[in-house]
């Protein structure tokens, strides 16, 4: 089991019965004496992620004057069951109010909180369990919605005609928040502050899509795990959905555009784009799959810069201090901007920015391997599963097939004649855990 966990390089009993000396074959040995099932994960455990929560001591919150938004209604909205809420959203007339949880209350820098976030990176989410990058407690005093009265980070601003970002402010703050579903939402589109809040939206979406934001749709499911049983459920497309994701991304322009103008060193995020790209909002499965090929991937850096995939001159995250370490840096700087503290140096922004996403690709790569498994799992679980693929892209005798139902890529034997985007009907004929091979054929 130890080498099958990646916990040791060799085992006597794989020697002796002559295995190869590897994780997968440890995996694979072990499910065929069926000491262990398709509910065994491995694969966080044998990156190394961390998978016991935080055990350490918070400090008492400090005292401090705040402005007062509790008279503004403020929703936080997120998926239900969601348990870190750490973003929600007011409107004052047409000015948006972008309210985060004030992570530095209780993890300011240097405090234990703060470097045990540090070398985690990042909150660790399966679709068995959660490993929160903060303690539980942290969470339970901080969390939007989760207590009467909230301390929050707001990012207050204003769109122009054209959807530019503008009148920055940022404070501490008291909220009031009401917690809210997507579903919701969804329902009440119609209705104030939704309805205003979705137009800016809208308008701050138009503007990225004109200075070349890159738009990819591809299909998502949510993997449950619950007695023994793997579940998949395909995430709808909700306009709410797109409403918060835009307010998050204003939040985080206009943090950049504040550090900016304040020449505040910053955990600026940037993305460069293949000058080449024709087609940046592509409408075919196809189209999706080769153009997220070609994307270089996102960088931080102390130095501002265009984050071309996003389609913004400048920009910073900042909506998640609770499960990204990234995004509690920022709001660690911001803190000691406004209260006339000591503010980091870039070389100390790149060093902490650093040493945290080592942690966080970590727990990335755990995260997608986990989703591999247990969609492999629930396959494993449905012998019989027939469906449709649509081909993304073709190297004869073989393709690429997309399962949306699965949100799963899968190599396939296709004819001669069969064109990219083609929908296939596909059924499966096996499963392979310890490779992460599914195996379908076409018919």
Same mark, same amino acid.
């Given at each position: 089991?130890?080498?099958?966990?990646? +916990?040791?390089?060799?085992?006597?009993?794989?020697?002796?019965?002559?295995?190869?000396?590897?994780?997968?074959?440890?995996?694979?040995?072990?499910?065929?004496?069926?000491?262990?099932?398709?509910?065994?994960?491995?694969?966080?455990?044998?990156?190394?992620?961390?998978?016991?929560?935080?055990?350490?001591?918070?400090?008492?919150?400090? /005292?401090?004057?705040?402005?007062?938004?509790?008279?503004?209604?403020? #929703?936080?909205?997120?998926?239900?069951?969601?348990? $870190?809420?750490?973003?929600?959203?007011?409107? $004052?007339?047409?000015?948006?109010?972008?309210?985060?949880?004030?992570?530095?209350?209780?993890?300011?820098?240097?405090?234990?909180?703060?470097?045990?976030?540090?070398?985690?990176?990042?909150?660790? *989410?399966?679709?068995?369990?959660?490993?929160?990058?903060?303690?539980?407690?942290?969470?339970? +005093?901080?969390?939007?919605?989760?207590?009467? =009265?909230?301390?929050?980070?707001? #990012?207050?601003?204003?769109?122009?005609? &054209?959807?530019?970002?503008? $009148?920055?402010?940022?404070?501490?703050?008291?909220?009031?928040?009401?917690?809210?579903?997507?579903?919701?939402?969804?329902?009440?589109?119609?209705?104030?502050? #939704?309805?205003?809040?979705? &137009?800016?939206?809208?308008?701050?979406?138009?503007?990225?899509?004109?200075?070349?934001?890159?738009?990819?749709?591809?299909?998502?499911?949510?993997?449950?795990?619950?007695?023994?049983?793997?579940?998949?459920?395909?995430?709808?497309?909700?306009?709410?959905?797109?409403?918060?994701?835009?307010?998050?991304?204003?939040?985080?322009?206009?943090?950049?555009?504040?550090?900016?103008?304040?020449?505040?060193?910053?955990? #600026?995020?940037?993305?460069?784009? =293949?000058?080449?790209?024709?087609?940046?909002?592509?409408?075919? @499965?196809?189209?999706?799959?080769?153009?997220?090929?070609?994307?270089?991937?996102?960088? *931080?850096? /102390?130095?501002?810069?265009?984050?071309?995939? @996003?389609?913004?001159?400048? *920009?910073?995250?900042?909506?998640?201090?609770?499960?990204?370490?990234? $995004?509690?840096?920022?709001? +660690?700087?911001?803190?000691?901007?406004?209260?006339?503290?000591?503010?980091?140096?870039?070389?100390?922004?790149?060093?902490?920015?650093?040493?945290?996403?080592?942690?966080?690709?970590?727990?990335?790569?755990?995260?997608?391997?986990?989703?591999?498994?247990?969609?492999?799992?629930?396959?494993?679980?449905?012998?019989?599963?027939?469906?449709?693929?649509?081909?993304?892209?073709?190297?004869?005798?073989?393709?690429?097939?997309?399962?949306?139902? @699965?949100?799963?890529?899968?190599?396939?034997? =296709?004819?001669?004649?069969?064109?990219?985007? /083609?929908?296939?009907?596909?059924?499966?004929?096996?499963?392979?855990?310890?490779?992460?091979?599914?195996?379908?054929?076409?018919?």
């Amino acid at each position: 089991e130890e080498v099958a966990w990646g +916990q040791r390089e060799q085992s006597r009993i794989l020697q002796a019965l002559d295995c190869q000396q590897n994780p997968g074959s440890a995996h694979a040995l072990l499910l065929r004496l069926n000491h262990w099932s398709e509910l065994a994960n491995p694969w966080p455990r044998r990156i190394g992620a961390i998978l016991e929560p935080p055990a350490i001591p918070l400090p008492d919150p400090p /005292s401090e004057s705040r402005l007062d938004l509790t008279g503004l209604p403020a #929703f936080a909205i997120d998926d239900e069951g969601n348990r $870190d809420p750490d973003d929600a959203l007011s409107l $004052d007339g047409n000015r948006l109010w972008v309210h985060v949880a004030d992570a530095t209350v209780l993890a300011p820098p240097g405090s234990p909180a703060d470097e045990e976030a540090r070398t985690r990176g990042a909150t660790l *989410y399966l679709p068995e369990t959660t490993i929160p990058m903060l303690p539980t407690a942290a969470i339970e +005093q901080l969390g939007l919605g989760l207590v009467e =009265v909230s301390p929050a980070l707001s #990012f207050g601003l204003n769109l122009d005609v &054209e959807g530019k970002v503008t $009148d920055v402010e940022i404070a501490p703050t008291w909220v009031r928040v009401r917690r809210v579903s997507y579903q919701e939402v969804e329902r009440r589109l119609d209705e104030e502050p #939704f309805r205003t809040l979705h &137009e800016l939206a809208q308008r701050h979406r138009e503007r990225r899509r004109i200075n070349g934001a890159i738009f990819i749709d591809l299909p998502e499911v949510k993997i449950t795990v619950s007695d023994g049983r793997v579940g998949l459920e395909p995430l709808t497309r909700l306009r709410s959905r797109l409403l918060v994701a835009e307010a998050m991304l204003m939040a985080g322009e206009a943090a950049a555009r504040f550090a900016l103008e304040r020449e505040l060193p910053f955990p #600026f995020t940037t993305q460069d784009i =293949v000058a080449d790209v024709a087609e940046r909002e592509p409408s075919s @499965l196809a189209a999706m799959h080769t153009l997220r090929r070609s994307l270089r991937p996102r960088q *931080y850096s /102390s130095q501002p810069g265009p984050h071309g995939g @996003l389609g913004l001159e400048v *920009y910073a995250q900042v909506t998640s201090p609770l499960r990204r370490y990234l $995004d509690l840096v920022a709001h +660690q700087q911001l803190r000691a901007f406004l209260d006339n503290g000591e503010v980091l140096d870039a070389q100390a922004i790149v060093a902490r920015v650093g040493a945290a996403e080592i942690a966080a690709q970590g727990v990335r790569r755990a995260e997608r391997l986990s989703r591999e498994h247990w969609t492999l799992a629930y396959l494993q679980q449905h012998p019989g599963w027939k469906g449709e693929g649509v081909l993304v892209e073709k190297r004869a005798p073989r393709g690429s097939v997309l399962i949306p139902p @699965l949100a799963l890529e899968a190599r396939v034997k =296709v004819g001669e004649n069969v064109t990219p985007d /083609s929908v296939l009907p596909l059924r499966l004929t096996g499963v392979d855990l310890p490779a992460r091979e599914a195996y379908f054929r076409v018919g």
